[in-house]
């Protein structure tokens, strides 16, 4: 299933593969597409909503509601 969320703080390289890696790490098969510009991380993933989230959380983003 694929989700989208809108993330804030992302700037850089970094921050796409700290997001990247942290969905992956969870969801191996997991494919993560993050558009700086617009914010927003798509992760076609095996993970919830809830569960993609917690995870850019915890990485140190906001993502909104």
Same mark, same amino acid.
């Given at each position: ?5 809108? !993330? ?7 921050? =796409? #593969? %700290? ?9 191996? &098969?997991?494919? !993560? ?7 927003? =991380? #798509? %992760? ?9 989230? &917690? ?11």
């Amino acid at each position: 299933m694929t989700e989208e969320l809108q !993330v804030a703080g992302m700037t850089c390289g970094h921050c =796409v #593969r %700290a997001v990247t890696l942290a969905i992956q790490k969870r969801d191996p &098969a997991a494919k !993560v597409e993050v558009d700086l510009e617009a914010g927003r =991380v #798509r %992760a076609d993933s095996r993970l919830s909503r809830d569960e993609i989230a &917690a995870l850019v959380t915890a990485e140190g983003y906001s993502v909104a509601a």
